[in-house]
Protein backbone atom coordinates (compact mmCIF):
# COMPACT_ATOMS: atom_id res chain seq x y z
CA UNK A 1 0.00 0.00 0.00
CA UNK A 2 1.33 3.48 -0.83
CA UNK A 3 1.72 6.74 1.41
CA UNK A 4 -1.86 8.36 0.08
CA UNK A 5 -3.49 4.58 1.20
CA UNK A 6 -3.65 3.36 -2.37
CA UNK A 7 -2.49 -0.64 -3.05
CA UNK A 8 0.50 -0.69 -4.36
CA UNK A 9 0.86 -2.46 -8.19
CA UNK A 10 2.41 -6.19 -8.43
CA UNK A 11 5.91 -4.98 -9.90
CA UNK A 12 6.94 -7.61 -12.48
CA UNK A 13 10.22 -8.54 -14.16
CA UNK A 14 9.90 -10.20 -17.78
CA UNK A 15 12.79 -12.69 -18.38
CA UNK A 16 12.81 -14.18 -21.95
CA UNK A 17 15.05 -14.27 -24.67
CA UNK A 18 12.15 -13.95 -27.25
CA UNK A 19 11.36 -10.81 -27.30
CA UNK A 20 7.97 -11.10 -29.27
CA UNK A 21 7.12 -12.91 -25.83
CA UNK A 22 8.25 -10.27 -23.99
CA UNK A 23 6.43 -7.52 -26.16
CA UNK A 24 3.35 -9.42 -25.68
CA UNK A 25 3.55 -9.38 -22.06
CA UNK A 26 4.67 -6.21 -21.50
CA UNK A 27 1.16 -5.16 -23.60
CA UNK A 28 -0.74 -7.54 -21.70
CA UNK A 29 0.63 -6.42 -18.38
CA UNK A 30 0.40 -2.54 -19.02
CA UNK A 31 -3.04 -2.56 -19.87
CA UNK A 32 -3.75 -4.48 -16.20
CA UNK A 33 -4.34 -1.63 -13.32
CA UNK A 34 -2.69 -3.76 -10.76
CA UNK A 35 0.25 -4.96 -12.14
CA UNK A 36 2.98 -3.05 -14.11
CA UNK A 37 6.57 -4.05 -15.80
CA UNK A 38 9.77 -3.19 -13.78
CA UNK A 39 12.34 -4.45 -15.81
CA UNK A 40 12.48 -7.05 -18.37
CA UNK A 41 15.57 -9.67 -18.97
CA UNK A 42 17.08 -11.60 -21.98
CA UNK A 43 18.89 -14.09 -20.18
CA UNK A 44 18.90 -15.70 -16.98
CA UNK A 45 21.96 -13.86 -15.70
CA UNK A 46 20.03 -10.55 -16.24
CA UNK A 47 16.88 -11.73 -14.53
CA UNK A 48 18.90 -12.36 -11.20
CA UNK A 49 20.55 -9.08 -11.64
CA UNK A 50 17.47 -7.14 -12.08
CA UNK A 51 15.70 -9.67 -9.07
CA UNK A 52 18.51 -7.42 -7.11
CA UNK A 53 18.17 -4.49 -8.29
CA UNK A 54 15.01 -3.84 -8.81
CA UNK A 55 12.94 -5.98 -6.02
CA UNK A 56 10.07 -6.68 -8.07
CA UNK A 57 7.26 -8.78 -6.80
CA UNK A 58 7.15 -11.95 -9.41
CA UNK A 59 9.36 -13.00 -11.96
CA UNK A 60 7.54 -14.19 -15.08
CA UNK A 61 10.80 -16.89 -16.16
CA UNK A 62 11.41 -18.35 -18.89
CA UNK A 63 13.06 -22.13 -19.03
CA UNK A 64 15.48 -22.03 -21.70
CA UNK A 65 17.24 -18.78 -22.03
CA UNK A 66 21.45 -18.16 -23.12
CA UNK A 67 24.11 -17.05 -20.01
CA UNK A 68 21.94 -19.09 -17.53
CA UNK A 69 18.70 -20.94 -17.83
CA UNK A 70 15.70 -20.43 -16.25
CA UNK A 71 16.25 -23.38 -13.09
CA UNK A 72 19.72 -22.33 -12.51
CA UNK A 73 18.01 -18.13 -12.06
CA UNK A 74 15.61 -19.58 -10.15
CA UNK A 75 18.27 -20.83 -7.44
CA UNK A 76 19.99 -17.83 -7.34
CA UNK A 77 17.12 -15.47 -7.16
CA UNK A 78 15.64 -17.42 -4.15
CA UNK A 79 19.06 -17.56 -2.17
CA UNK A 80 18.88 -13.62 -1.77
CA UNK A 81 16.82 -12.47 1.44
CA UNK A 82 12.99 -11.87 0.76
CA UNK A 83 13.40 -13.15 -2.62
CA UNK A 84 10.70 -12.37 -5.41
CA UNK A 85 8.06 -15.34 -6.32
CA UNK A 86 9.15 -16.89 -9.74
CA UNK A 87 6.52 -18.08 -12.16
CA UNK A 88 8.40 -20.14 -14.51
CA UNK A 89 7.33 -20.45 -18.52
CA UNK A 90 7.26 -24.07 -19.67
CA UNK A 91 5.99 -26.00 -22.76
CA UNK A 92 4.36 -29.09 -22.95
CA UNK A 93 7.58 -30.80 -24.22
CA UNK A 94 10.28 -29.88 -21.09
CA UNK A 95 7.80 -30.93 -18.02
CA UNK A 96 11.17 -32.78 -17.15
CA UNK A 97 12.36 -29.45 -15.97
CA UNK A 98 9.09 -28.67 -13.75
CA UNK A 99 10.90 -31.12 -10.86
CA UNK A 100 13.98 -29.06 -11.30
CA UNK A 101 12.49 -25.80 -11.19
CA UNK A 102 10.03 -26.56 -7.95
CA UNK A 103 13.45 -27.51 -6.69
CA UNK A 104 15.24 -24.30 -7.54
CA UNK A 105 11.90 -22.79 -5.39
CA UNK A 106 9.76 -21.92 -8.19
CA UNK A 107 5.96 -20.62 -7.09
CA UNK A 108 3.76 -21.80 -10.28
CA UNK A 109 4.26 -22.97 -13.76
CA UNK A 110 2.93 -21.05 -16.87
CA UNK A 111 2.40 -22.77 -20.53
CA UNK A 112 3.10 -20.08 -22.99
CA UNK A 113 0.14 -21.42 -25.45
CA UNK A 114 -2.67 -20.42 -21.97
CA UNK A 115 -4.88 -17.63 -22.92
CA UNK A 116 -3.05 -14.13 -22.06
CA UNK A 117 -5.74 -13.42 -19.04
CA UNK A 118 -5.01 -16.22 -17.44
CA UNK A 119 -1.23 -15.01 -17.22
CA UNK A 120 -2.45 -12.04 -15.28
CA UNK A 121 -4.73 -14.10 -13.11
CA UNK A 122 -1.14 -16.70 -12.16
CA UNK A 123 0.91 -13.42 -11.61
CA UNK A 124 -1.47 -12.47 -9.11
CA UNK A 125 -2.22 -15.65 -7.40
CA UNK A 126 1.60 -16.07 -6.97
CA UNK A 127 2.22 -12.29 -6.03
CA UNK A 128 -0.50 -12.98 -3.37
CA UNK A 129 1.79 -15.81 -1.75
CA UNK A 130 0.06 -19.01 -2.90
CA UNK A 131 1.25 -21.60 -5.67
CA UNK A 132 -0.10 -22.16 -9.18
CA UNK A 133 0.41 -24.60 -11.44
CA UNK A 134 -1.14 -25.05 -14.48
CA UNK A 135 -3.69 -27.95 -14.69
CA UNK A 136 -2.34 -29.23 -18.21
CA UNK A 137 1.33 -29.39 -16.59
CA UNK A 138 -0.46 -31.38 -13.45
CA UNK A 139 -2.34 -33.72 -15.75
CA UNK A 140 1.31 -33.94 -17.32
CA UNK A 141 2.91 -34.92 -13.86
CA UNK A 142 0.73 -37.47 -13.23
CA UNK A 143 1.22 -39.42 -16.29
CA UNK A 144 4.76 -39.35 -16.03
CA UNK A 145 4.74 -40.55 -12.52
CA UNK A 146 2.32 -42.94 -13.41
CA UNK A 147 4.39 -44.34 -16.66
CA UNK A 148 7.91 -43.86 -14.59
CA UNK A 149 9.87 -46.42 -12.01
CA UNK A 150 8.57 -44.18 -9.20
CA UNK A 151 4.70 -45.35 -9.18
CA UNK A 152 4.15 -47.62 -6.36
CA UNK A 153 1.95 -51.08 -7.69
CA UNK A 154 0.03 -50.58 -4.64
CA UNK A 155 -2.29 -47.73 -3.91
CA UNK A 156 -1.23 -45.34 -0.89
CA UNK A 157 -3.80 -45.47 1.84
CA UNK A 158 -5.67 -42.06 2.89
CA UNK A 159 -4.20 -40.86 5.84
CA UNK A 160 -6.34 -40.78 8.67
CA UNK A 161 -4.47 -37.60 10.49
CA UNK A 162 -5.96 -35.44 7.75
CA UNK A 163 -9.70 -34.31 7.95
CA UNK A 164 -12.59 -34.44 5.60
CA UNK A 165 -12.09 -31.30 4.66
CA UNK A 166 -8.51 -31.48 4.21
CA UNK A 167 -8.84 -34.20 2.34
CA UNK A 168 -11.16 -32.57 -0.16
CA UNK A 169 -8.74 -30.07 -0.30
CA UNK A 170 -6.84 -32.28 -0.94
CA UNK A 171 -8.33 -33.42 -4.06
CA UNK A 172 -8.48 -30.38 -5.68
CA UNK A 173 -4.62 -29.69 -5.22
CA UNK A 174 -4.39 -32.56 -7.20
CA UNK A 175 -6.88 -31.48 -9.61
CA UNK A 176 -4.11 -29.03 -10.42
CA UNK A 177 -6.30 -25.66 -8.61
CA UNK A 178 -4.50 -23.00 -6.86
CA UNK A 179 -5.75 -21.91 -3.21
CA UNK A 180 -8.33 -19.40 -4.74
CA UNK A 181 -9.70 -21.35 -6.74
CA UNK A 182 -10.19 -24.08 -3.89
CA UNK A 183 -11.91 -21.83 -1.97
CA UNK A 184 -14.52 -20.84 -4.67
CA UNK A 185 -15.52 -24.66 -4.96
CA UNK A 186 -15.37 -25.37 -1.43
CA UNK A 187 -17.57 -21.56 -0.53
CA UNK A 188 -14.43 -20.96 1.72
CA UNK A 189 -12.22 -17.90 2.06
CA UNK A 190 -8.80 -17.81 0.52
CA UNK A 191 -7.16 -17.63 3.92
CA UNK A 192 -9.28 -20.53 5.12
CA UNK A 193 -8.12 -22.37 1.78
CA UNK A 194 -4.36 -21.28 2.00
CA UNK A 195 -5.00 -22.73 5.79
CA UNK A 196 -5.74 -25.92 4.43
CA UNK A 197 -2.78 -25.99 2.37
CA UNK A 198 -0.76 -25.47 4.44
CA UNK A 199 -1.27 -28.13 7.33
CA UNK A 200 -1.75 -30.59 4.46
CA UNK A 201 2.14 -30.06 3.46
CA UNK A 202 3.00 -30.66 7.53
CA UNK A 203 0.20 -33.95 8.29
CA UNK A 204 1.81 -35.28 4.71
CA UNK A 205 5.07 -34.21 5.42
CA UNK A 206 5.09 -32.77 1.62
CA UNK A 207 8.01 -31.32 0.09
CA UNK A 208 6.40 -29.07 -2.33
CA UNK A 209 2.38 -28.32 -3.86
CA UNK A 210 3.57 -31.62 -6.69
CA UNK A 211 4.18 -33.60 -4.17
CA UNK A 212 0.65 -32.98 -2.96
CA UNK A 213 -0.25 -33.97 -6.52
CA UNK A 214 1.24 -37.21 -6.38
CA UNK A 215 0.03 -37.88 -2.59
CA UNK A 216 -3.78 -37.40 -3.68
CA UNK A 217 -2.80 -39.65 -6.84
CA UNK A 218 -1.84 -42.46 -4.57
CA UNK A 219 -4.42 -42.22 -2.17
CA UNK A 220 -6.57 -42.74 -5.24
CA UNK A 221 -8.53 -39.27 -4.68
CA UNK A 222 -7.78 -38.24 -8.24
CA UNK A 223 -6.65 -40.46 -11.11
CA UNK A 224 -4.49 -40.50 -14.06
CA UNK A 225 -5.56 -38.40 -16.59
CA UNK A 226 -5.88 -40.10 -19.82
Same mark, same amino acid.
Given at each position: ?????? +? !????????????????? @?????????????? /??? %?? /?????? &??????????????????????? !? *??? $?? %? #????????????? #? #???????????????????????? #???????? +????????????????????????????????????? *?????? $?? *? @???? /??????????????? !????????? &???????????? @???????? /???????
Amino acid at each position: MTADGA +V !AAIRVVLADDQPLIRSA @LRVLINDAPDIEVA /GEA %AT /GAEAVR &LARELRPDVIVMDIRMPVMDGIE !A *TGH $VM %A #DPDPARVLVLTTF #D #DDEYVYAALRAGASGFLVKDMALD #DILGAVRV +VAGGDALIAPSVTRRLIRDFVAGPRAAPARRRPDDTI *TERERE $VL *T @LVGR /GLSNAEIATDLHISP !ATAKAHVAR &LFTKLDARDRVH @LVILAYEM /GLVTAPD
